[in-house]
């Protein structure tokens, strides 16, 4: 499989994309444990109103995703991410634009968006300089129950946009090798992962299913 050349040198090979399902006491130590499992990219994610609380866990979780040398990814939030010392930010429809992101971020940040279930607007965030584009949800997400719905085909024909492609939504080590087959760089999992009781193990079985897995 061909991973497409990032606009960032940061960006990682292939492999599992895990995104945290905070607020929750144990948030640093389940985040270890997915990362020594092998997730290749961590995203925080908490759309809770507790500025200092979000804060203090986006900077503790950069500075443990540095010590196990992962890109951390903020969602949503630019200013968390420039505050928190973030690799980057990942951005929904309604969370700005990539060129007033990268202007705040610096052109070494990852800048990620969400692309749902539309060619076109993969399109247009590829030309405008993602540094990945995300489609999904896939399957059935307990994460976004009602989220749009989108077809593996979007993975094909995504496949000429030059940049890495991540699927998301309701993904699960015994659903996950149809979206690599049809050209997914990054699984990216909530529950699968910081839903089962053994985190690491559960990352780890997500990384094992890339051949380049470094698990």
Do not use: W
Not at 92 to 97: F, I, K, M, S, T
């Amino acid at each position: 499989m061909h991973l497409a050349q990032p606009h960032s040198p940061r960006l990682p090979g292939q492999g599992l994309y895990v995104i945290t399902d905070g607020p929750r006491p144990d948030l640093l130590a389940v985040a270890r444990q997915a990362l020594e499992g092998g997730a290749r990219l961590l995203q925080y994610r908490d759309k809770t109103a507790d500025p200092g609380r979000r804060k203090q866990e986006a900077s503790e979780l950069a500075g443990l995703c540095r010590e196990l040398g992962v890109p951390m990814i903020v969602n949503d939030d630019v200013a968390l991410a420039l505050a928190a010392g973030a690799d980057g930010v990942h951005l929904g429809e309604d969370d700005g634009d990539i060129a007033a992101a990268r202007e705040l971020l610096g052109s070494q940040a990852i800048i990620g968006v969400s692309c749902y279930n539309s060619i076109e607007r993969a399109r247009a965030m590829a030309a405008a300089g993602a540094d990945y584009i995300a489609f999904g949800a896939f399957f059935s997400s307990p994460t976004k129950p009602n989220t749009v719905r989108a077809s593996t085909d979007l993975l094909r024909q995504s496949a000429t946009l030059g940049v890495p492609r991540v699927a998301i939504g309701g993904i699960t080590p015994d659903n996950a090798e149809s979206l690599i087959d049809a050209g997914a760089d990054y699984l990216a999992v909530v529950s699968a992962v910081f839903g089962a009781p053994d985190v690491r193990a559960a990352a780890h079985r997500f990384a094992e299913l890339f051949p380049t897995s470094q698990a």
